[in-house]
């Protein structure tokens, strides 16, 4: 286990870097921070020449992959970094220099104990991407495919775990101040980066999410995921049909094809809905450069690494949030909040309607392609601190991914918008969710697996029953006559047992 002068020499050759980028001037100004927060930062600051306007981006580049990660991470929480932190992080670059092709080779045959010429007839030494966690070279399988073949970087796992270990160190030490930073929950925070990166870290797990979105888009096969190739991908190498197309950044290119941007958009903003909305399962990390138009008018997206989940009642409660607010209906969308309990329950309902107006009123009476629904959610969120709504990290997650997409879509089509193609989306959705057809069907289902589980609950109430003949349980030391308990014989659990069974088929027989 890492020893804390271990962690404190880190952070301090940590914080020199930041510091002579001008980043540690936030923590020392901000009236949040935690006093010994602030007595480290001056220390990691002392002379050191820093510039007056902190250069994010360059630092947590200098830092390396693991802080470009995070970086990517905080972006999505400008209420822990600020709003300038968050919009230049937002635009941190994840390129590196490549490593060695021959470490590619090696790190191909050590995953598949083959050599690579038994899986591809040829692959290019040339990457067409290398980033912090990986690099991809392309490839051609021996029976013809094109692939796209991902490869780790040589002791990335390590390097990470190191790096990640003082990241929840220095968590935990700042939530424990309390106060505002016990509300941001910082240590949340490492944790979802944790689980993030691990999932970068596992090819296998990034190949499960390709397919599994597959499966989710089959509804929209306007927008496509490329296919993953099994036998040639492991837990530090994977291998993906290889896409032809126009990447998203080159629109000149795009019109120049003759493909329509208005249907691009389309379909990527109605793909992305059905991602987050429908399905709960979405791809976080939709830039310009992971997505592609295609010959035929479809779109492809690549990079799986990075995957938001929403369970079933947050979808509904996010839908419902929406709704409410275009439409000016905030008392439900405050009673939503109340009760999922992202606003704790000592705070007054109507002050919480009032703050939700100064959300919702400003898009009222708006045209339609005005109003963005990842602003919107980035003003809600603007509220949290007011309220002391714990940290939804997900939410933000989904938030972050929602401006992206916008931005993108806006870039093919100005018109675009997506609270138009959400509409009735959520719509149709909410009415196979949350319609009386839904709600009886869920309360079926519910007393149907009651009565399934009741022989099982019978027999381990007959176990707690001796069988006749046989000896008495022992008496208890102090036995106490005027509280002794009812105690039925064998024919009274028999009867209990059946009448209770009797009452629940009769109830399903009424459903």
Not at 22 to 49: C, D, I, N, W, Y
Not at 99 to 123: H, T
Not at 453 to 469: K, S
Request: charged residues 25%; aromatic residues 8%.
């Amino acid at each position: 286990m890492t020893g804390r002068l271990t962690h404190l020499r880190r952070i301090l050759r940590w914080g020199r870097t930041l510091a002579r980028h001008g980043v540690l001037r936030q923590f020392e100004t901000s009236p949040h921070a935690p006093p010994q927060l602030k007595r480290l930062a001056r220390l990691a600051r002392f002379g050191v020449s820093a510039p007056l306007r902190p250069r994010y981006r360059e630092a947590f580049q200098e830092l390396g992959p693991a802080a470009i990660k995070l970086g990517q991470a905080l972006a999505t929480r400008p209420d822990l970094v600020g709003e300038d932190a968050a919009r230049e992080l937002a635009g941190l670059q994840d390129r590196l220099s490549p490593f060695p092709f021959a470490q590619v080779c090696a790190s191909i045959e050590e995953a598949f104990g083959r050599s690579v010429s038994d899986l591809f007839a040829s692959i290019e030494e040339t990457p067409v991407g290398s980033a912090s966690i990986a690099q991809v070279h392309r490839a051609v399988t021996t029976d013809g495919r094109t692939v796209a073949v991902k490869v780790l970087r040589p002791h990335i796992e390590e390097d990470f775990e190191r790096a990640i270990e003082t990241y929840e160190w220095l968590a935990a030490r700042i939530e424990m101040q309390g106060g505002e930073f016990a509300r941001l929950r910082p240590r949340a925070t490492i944790a979802y980066f944790r689980k993030w990166t691990e999932r970068e870290l596992n090819l296998r797990i990034e190949a499960a999410s390709a397919s599994e979105l597959a499966e989710n888009l089959a509804a929209e096969p306007g927008f496509i995921v490329p296919d993953v190739d099994w036998q040639r991908t492991a837990r530090r190498v994977m291998t993906i049909e290889w896409i032809d197309g126009i990447k998203m950044t080159d629109t000149a290119a795009i019109e120049a094809a003759g493909l329509d941007r208005q249907a691009l958009a389309g379909i990527l903003v109605r793909g992305f809905l059905r991602q987050a909305i429908v399905n709960g399962f979405f791809h976080a990390d939709l830039h310009q450069g992971n997505l592609f138009a295609l010959p035929d008018g479809r779109i492809a997206a690549i990079d799986f690494g990075i995957m938001g989940r929403i369970d079933r009642r947050a979808r509904l409660w996010l839908a419902e949030i929406i709704g409410g607010l275009v439409s000016g209906d905030y008392r439900r969308v405050a009673e939503i909040h109340f009760e999922a309990g992202y606003v704790p329950p000592h705070h007054n309902l109507d002050e919480f309607v009032t703050a939700l107006r100064s959300v919702g009123e400003p898009i009222r009476g708006l045209p339609v392609k005005d109003i963005s629904v990842g602003q919107m959610l980035d003003g809600l969120f603007s509220i949290t601190r007011q309220f002391d709504m714990v940290t939804q990290p997900h939410l933000l997650l989904l938030q972050k991914t929602m401006v992206m997409v916008e931005g993108v879509a806006y870039a093919l089509d100005p018109e675009v918008n997506m609270q138009t193609m959400a509409g009735p989306l959520i719509e149709e959705w909410g009415r196979d969710e949350m319609g009386p057809e839904a709600q009886l069907a869920e309360r079926l289902i519910k007393d149907w697996r009651t009565i399934l589980e009741f022989p099982d609950f019978m027999r381990r109430v007959m176990a707690l029953v001796p069988e006749p003949g046989a000896a008495p349980p022992l008496p208890p030391l102090a036995p106490l006559p005027e509280t002794r308990p009812w105690a039925p014989d064998r024919a009274g659990w028999l009867l209990l047992g059946t009448g209770i069974g009797a009452a629940l088929a009769m109830g399903a027989a009424l459903l």
